[in-house]
């Protein structure tokens, strides 16, 4: 099972091993339990991988837990190339920025589950015609479908 949480300014990502990924949303990093993963490279712990990727001076994460990739994009402004998209394919559970912007870049990465943050996840929702409800955390126990898109409002 994976349970994603939002609390302030960080987002929590936690395996059924108790393993967690830490995204502080107000310092603008990422970490592996109290372990940095803000450099280009690859890590792993406790069963853990992530990728750490960076293009055109902006670091992109793609984490692998329980058989699910999750990947958060920090990034509110960029410009989706195809060496991007690629590291951004098949993704189980997309943390991005909320924006305007990004919204129309979601339309070209395949992802199953979208989770935006920030101010602008309303307007996130509003430019893709959704309005999922609040929700305090998200539970993830077996597999995601690919039929639908799940949009997620974490508060």
Not at 87 to 108: P, Y
Not at 110 to 115: D, G, L, N, P, W
Request: overall charge negative; hydrophobic content about 40%; aromatic content about 16%.
């Amino acid at each position: 099972m994976i349970e994603v949480k939002k609390s302030s300014n960080i987002i929590s990502v936690t395996n059924s091993d108790k393993a967690e990924i830490i995204l502080d949303l107000e310092k603008w990093e990422a970490k592996l339990g109290s372990y940095d993963v803000n450099f280009p490279w690859e890590y792993e712990k406790w069963w853990i991988l992530c990728e750490v990727w960076e293009f055109e001076w902006n670091l992109y994460y793609n984490f692998v837990s329980e058989w699910k990739h999750i990947s958060f994009v920090k990034e509110n402004n960029f410009e989706l190339k195809n060496e991007l998209q690629k590291f951004l394919n098949h993704i189980d559970i997309l943390i991005i920025n909320g924006s305007k912007e990004t919204a129309k870049l979601f339309e070209n990465i395949e992802s199953k589950i979208v989770i935006p943050y920030w101010d602008g996840a309303h307007t996130f929702f509003t430019t893709l015609w959704q309005n999922p409800e609040e929700q305090k955390n998200l539970k993830i126990k077996d597999s995601i479908s690919w039929d639908n898109i799940e949009f997620i409002n974490l508060v």
